[in-house]
């Protein structure tokens, strides 16, 4: 960890025996993301372009997954932001433990998210539930440099879409 990292996680990519933890974590984060079972989760896994994690002594304590532009991904968000972009990165899901919430976890995992990506020219895009509201998230992906470019309302669910700007290679 670098020393402005404060987060008490270590961030690592997917390894197989995370499954059973990212499934607990993605449960319980229910409503902000949707309820899946292990089978889903692993297609979702299976199908994304990096799966984050963040480990604490070991355990995985939160996760980001990302899914890339050109998929044969249904979820009706998914499609949304595909009709309107091309070459990004969509953040399906990110969820912290809630006892490890306010650690910088969900900032440490973008950060990973956005190096692993940087001088793609992929831009990265998401929703946040408006309906039920989670303006924590909102405020979150705000705060990282994502900037509001749509809304729908699904009737069960409203969602703000979010886009932030490539990562630009960094010269070595």
Known sequence: MTSDNISPAQIRTFQPGDLPHLLQLNNAAVPAVNELTAEELLDLVNSAIVVVVAAVDDVPAGFLLCVS?????????????????????????????????????????????????????????????????????????????????????NGDKAVVYLKRDPEPATSA
């Open 69 to 153: 532009d050109g998929t044969g991904y249904e979820s009706r968000n998914y499609l949304w932001l595909s009709e309107r972009f091309s070459n990004f990165a969509y953040t399906d899901r990110i969820c912290v433990d809630q006892s490890l919430r306010g650690q910088k976890i969900g900032d440490a995992l973008y950060a990973r998210l956005f190096a692993h990506l940087e001088g793609t020219g992929r831009c990265f895009v998401c929703e946040v539930n408006e309906r039920p509201p989670n303006p924590g998230s909102l405020k979150f992906h705000k705060r990282l440099g994502f900037e509001e470019i749509g809304r729908a309302d």
